[in-house]
């Protein structure tokens, strides 16, 4: 068809030159009409490239994807935009054997830790519409919370990491999604009292903690004690080193604290929280793109209720005040 046309087009234009051919011979007459009629056709083809160019250009899929209301409406119920079904969250939260209630629970090999950071985990998880998976601790590194961090072994830990401004030259930090401080465990009968009465005495801190730093600071007279004088088993055996005298205080995080001291006899709590902490979710610097996910899931949690709801089941007493002056 465009061969005729192109033809149609070469007898139009002889026709228009119509005297002029007349007047000169046969050959010279060919020699026109092929002329014209190379030109036409070679002007026609260019046309036609050009058109399915342009088509090409001016229909992107995303300009119609774009143009659809049903995709372009934000699930304001989802806070996390443009996170894909199959991203894979590696939460740092497990370890076989620990035992830091209210906190946190995986008492045998192969268990599922339960307790209020592994249910705020899963309750995050869902906000976000993510998979994820426990990624075992290693506890031959000096804080392994941080160091797969650092390491990009896991995307996040949540195991009872206190915001410092040492650690966040480590790690990134989300909100803060508890407050809470630091508490300690003594003997019934013993005459620790207070900080003050530390001096001498045999404080049991794990090493590279809160705890441990605030002791050699604060009280850098007491006797830091850091290895356990016999096999872990939970809190019954610093209950146990406690009573048989191989220690004489346990500094931990007041809420556990708290939690030991009203199910085992023979062993109290201080009255005063030694200093207020605050506990967030750390980040890997390898993966900086959770942090924004996780506190728009914070919020999302925190103002639904299920944050707070969460905190009153695990946590049923109140904080206490902190000493004053720190």
Not at 3 to 20: D, E, H, K, P, Q
Not at 60 to 74: F, K, L, R
Not at 159 to 178: G, H, K, P, Q, S
Not at 264 to 286: K, R
């Amino acid at each position: 068809m465009q061969v005729l046309g192109s033809m149609y087009a070469v007898i139009t234009a002889c026709n228009t030159f119509g005297i002029a051919l007349m007047r000169v011979d046969m050959s010279a007459r060919i020699a026109v009409i092929l002329i014209v009629f190379v030109t036409l056709t070679g002007c026609r083809s260019d046309s036609a490239k050009s058109e399915v160019s342009s088509k090409a250009v001016a229909t992107p899929v995303e300009s119609e994807a774009a143009d659809d209301p049903a995709t372009t409406e934000a699930d304001s119920s989802q806070p996390t935009s443009g996170i894909a079904p199959d991203d894979l969250l590696r939460v740092c939260c497990r370890f076989e054997g620990e035992e830091i209630l209210p906190f946190y629970e995986c008492a045998s090999e192969g268990c599922r830790p339960g307790g209020f950071e592994p249910e705020l985990v899963e309750a995050l998880a869902e906000k976000l519409n993510v998979e994820w998976k426990w990624v075992e601790l290693d506890g031959n590194v000096e804080d392994p919370r941080l160091t797969l961090l650092e390491v990009g072994d896991a995307d996040i830990s949540v195991m009872l990491i206190t915001v410092t401004e040492e650690r966040a030259e480590r790690v990134r930090f989300t909100d803060t999604y508890l407050d809470t401080g630091l508490g300690v465990l003594v003997r019934s009968d013993d005459e620790i009292q207070g900080p003050d009465d530390m001096a001498g005495r045999k404080v049991f801190v794990v090493p590279g903690t809160t705890p441990a730093r605030w002791l050699s600071t604060e009280q850098p007279k007491a006797l830091a004690v850091q290895e356990l004088t016999r096999p872990y088993r939970g809190p019954v055996t610093l209950v146990d080193m406690l009573l048989d005298g191989e220690i004489d205080a346990y500094i931990n995080d007041w809420r556990h604290i708290s939690y030991v001291s009203e199910r085992y006899d023979g062993v109290t709590i201080l009255d005063d929280v030694l200093v207020e902490e605050e506990l967030a979710i750390a980040v890997s610097p390898h993966a900086e793109h959770w942090k924004t996910r996780l506190n728009t899931a914070l919020r999302v949690l925190e103002d639904g209720g299920d944050l707070p709801e969460l905190r009153e089941r695990w946590f049923e007493q109140e904080l206490l005040g902190a000493q004053e002056g720190e």
